[in-house]
């Protein structure tokens, strides 16, 4: 079992960043391709950006491109979420997921393991 949490998230003003974090516990990363996901009230979860294990290779939703850097940490079992130029349709609640198969799915089906998520509002 893989127990992932995240921190990080607050409230900012658009045009701001932050940078979230993702601890795991309970096994080490290594193998594990690792993703954000976020959910806004009353939609559906969606793909924030994602690292696969065996070459490190990111991806990034195509509206986030450029404003989202995720980056690994394999050392201190960490995953984290770079987030610039924030906009107050960034607001959600975004979640840190693990998939034993190593690979960076963006649809959450991919994934095994979530956390429990951590708040971001950006007020305009």
């Known amino acids: 079992q893989v127990q992932l949490v995240e921190s990080g998230g607050g409230l900012v003003q658009a045009g701001g960043s932050l940078r979230l974090s993702c601890a795991a516990s309970g096994r080490t990363l290594s193998g594990y391709g690792m993703a954000w996901f976020r959910q806004a009230p009353g939609k559906e979860r969606e793909f924030v950006a994602s690292?696969?294990?065996?070459?490190?290779?990111?991806y990034a939703a195509g509206s986030l491109a450029g404003r989202v850097t995720i980056s690994r940490d394999n050392a201190k079992n960490a995953v984290y979420l770079q987030m610039n130029i924030l906009k107050p349709e960034d607001t959600a609640v975004y979640y840190c997921?693990?998939?034993?198969?190593?690979?960076?799915?963006?649809?959450?089906?991919?994934?095994?393991?979530w956390g429990q998520g951590t708040q971001v509002t950006v007020s305009s």
């Open positions: 690292i696969t294990w065996s070459d490190n290779k990111r």
């Open positions: 997921a693990a998939d034993s198969g190593g690979w960076g799915d963006e649809v959450p089906q991919g994934y095994d393991y």
